[in-house]
């Protein structure tokens, strides 16, 4: 099945990159989400969290370089 994707800020990006919780608004949201940054790069997979705009990250992907 297709994971849906959303593109963070930067701040969110690195708050990710330390396995921290992003707060995101989005209607109808799924269970899962693919983060990505500006440039479309994979960041994060994450799980919806207990209140409604809470995301936790469950796998975070190293930034190429």
């Known amino acids: 099945p297709h994971l849906q ?3 963070v800020s930067e701040e969110a990006a ?3 990159a330390h396995g921290q919780t992003i707060s ?3 209607r ?3 269970k899962r ?3 990505t940054d500006e440039e479309g ?3 994060a997979l994450l799980r919806r969290g207990e209140g409604a705009a809470e995301w ?3 796998k975070v992907f ?3 370089g």
């Open 33 to 35: 989400l693919a983060a």
């Open 14 to 16: 690195r708050r990710l």
């Open 5 to 7: 994707s959303v593109t």
């Open 24 to 26: 995101l608004e989005m």
């Open 56 to 58: 936790h990250p469950e």
């Open 28 to 30: 109808q949201a799924p």
């Open 41 to 43: 790069n994979l960041l």
């Open 62 to 64: 190293q930034a190429g």
